[in-house]
């Protein structure tokens, strides 16, 4: 059991709580330290308890969750957000990442995502949390080059580069759905290998995609990852078939509500604008054509989103 992460349960239906919380200390993810009812109750013991998470509804009587978080952020509260609802509406899921929650759960409650989001969630805070004691300890101290190499966790594990990028690129495959595709964990590898080199060297081994799925199977076979195919040919194939899954899934996104966060951020950074739109198209079968994928394109945004987060 993790007790270190406390996290609070917000819903209305007592049922929908329980099932939350047993997934939660099942999973050994963290500790329940408390639950509230509706959205009034939540802000007294959020703001009394200090938990590392909030997993709220947001249909509840007297205040629902989005008015719960913004009352939750006015107050100087720092903790993350997950919102559980069986609601779908556009505007209200788009209101609800505006107020500051960081994933959706649709209900009914899948016990594999709850358990899956709630580590993202906190795995990502835990890093944000390091890189923040480490830029303190910079601002106070002569730290020299060694200070962008490697740091203590919370937990007083050696995070490097490579393993702060390695977690934010998993962070953007969950965004776009691809992380349980074949071809991500070549994705995740080839962002392991980039974002560890300095420009121009980064760029210039991104210019050549032979060369980085030939060091994508040297590091399998380093780790002896068997059961993973490692030709270049293969890797490319993975690669390709798993960024026309995320394409196909922004397309969707994009049709259903263009301005969605996650379509306006990944949207054109990862694809062109003709290669969305020839998707969108093909989606609303007003169009036969199939987009062409640009491997390059799509690693070059993801590897750039990587960088800004820690450089």
Same mark, same amino acid.
């Given at each position: 059991?993790?007790?270190?992460?406390?996290?609070?349960?917000?819903?209305?239906?007592?049922?929908?709580?329980?099932?939350?919380?047993?997934?939660?200390?099942?999973?050994?993810?963290?500790?329940?330290?408390?639950?509230?009812?509706?959205?009034?109750? $939540?802000? &007294? !013991?959020?703001?009394?308890? /200090?938990?590392?998470?909030?997993? #709220?509804?947001?249909? =509840?009587?007297? @205040?629902?969750?989005?008015?719960?978080?913004?009352?939750?952020?006015?107050?100087?509260?720092?903790?993350?957000?997950?919102?559980?609802?069986?609601?779908?509406?556009?505007?209200?899921?788009?209101?609800?990442?505006?107020?500051?929650?960081?994933?959706?759960?649709?209900?009914?409650?899948?016990?594999?995502?709850?358990?899956?989001?709630?580590?993202?969630?906190?795995?990502?805070?835990?890093?944000?949390?390091?890189?923040?004691?480490?830029?303190?300890?910079?601002?106070?101290?002569?730290?020299?080059?060694?200070?962008?190499?490697?740091?203590?966790?919370?937990?007083?594990?050696?995070?490097?580069?490579?393993?702060?990028?390695?977690?934010?690129?998993?962070?953007? $495959?969950? &965004? !776009?759905?691809?992380?349980? /595709?074949?071809?991500?964990?070549? #994705?995740?590898?080839? =962002?392991?290998? @980039?974002?560890?080199?300095?420009?121009?060297?980064?760029?210039?081994?991104?210019?050549?995609?032979?060369?980085?799925?030939?060091?994508?199977?040297?590091?399998?076979?380093?780790?002896?990852?068997?059961?993973?195919?490692?030709?270049?040919?293969?890797?490319?194939?993975?690669?390709?078939?798993?960024?026309?899954?995320?394409?196909?899934?922004?397309?969707?996104?994009?049709?259903?509500?263009?301005?969605?966060?996650?379509?306006?951020?990944?949207?054109?950074?990862?694809?062109?604008?003709?290669?969305?739109?020839?998707?969108?198209?093909?989606?609303?079968?007003?169009?036969?054509?199939?987009?062409?994928?640009?491997?390059?394109?799509?690693?070059?945004?993801?590897?750039?989103?990587?960088?800004?987060?820690?450089?």
């Amino acid at each position: 059991m993790n007790y270190e992460n406390k996290i609070l349960v917000v819903d209305d239906d007592s049922g929908v709580r329980r099932m939350i919380s047993n997934i939660i200390e099942e999973e050994g993810i963290g500790h329940v330290i408390g639950e509230a009812e509706d959205g009034s109750e $939540a802000i &007294d !013991l959020v703001l009394d308890l /200090q938990p590392d998470l909030v997993m #709220i509804d947001l249909l =509840m009587p007297e @205040l629902d969750g989005i008015e719960t978080i913004k009352k939750l952020r006015n107050s100087a509260y720092k903790g993350s957000f997950i919102l559980i609802s069986k609601i779908t509406d556009k505007m209200m899921v788009r209101e609800a990442y505006q107020a500051g929650v960081e994933f959706y759960i649709h209900k009914p409650i899948n016990k594999e995502e709850v358990s899956h989001v709630i580590r993202k969630v906190l795995q990502y805070k835990g890093l944000e949390k390091t890189f923040q004691n480490l830029q303190l300890f910079i601002n106070n101290q002569e730290y020299g080059k060694a200070s962008s190499t490697v740091m203590k966790s919370s937990t007083g594990e050696s995070i490097t580069k490579k393993e702060k990028a390695y977690t934010l690129a998993e962070n953007i $495959a969950m &965004d !776009l759905g691809i992380l349980s /595709q074949s071809g991500s964990r070549d #994705i995740l590898e080839a =962002m392991h290998i @980039l974002a560890a080199m300095e420009y121009p060297e980064d760029v210039k081994l991104l210019q050549n995609l032979k060369v980085l799925y030939e060091k994508i199977g040297e590091g399998y076979e380093k780790r002896g990852n068997l059961d993973v195919a490692r030709s270049e040919k293969a890797i490319e194939r993975r690669m390709r078939r798993t960024i026309e899954y995320a394409l196909n899934n922004l397309g969707n996104l994009g049709i259903e509500d263009y301005h969605h966060p996650k379509f306006e951020r990944f949207g054109h950074r990862l694809f062109d604008f003709a290669t969305i739109r020839e998707e969108m198209l093909r989606i609303q079968k007003k169009s036969d054509k199939k987009p062409k994928i640009n491997v390059k394109r799509f690693l070059e945004g993801m590897l750039r989103e990587i960088k800004q987060e820690y450089l």
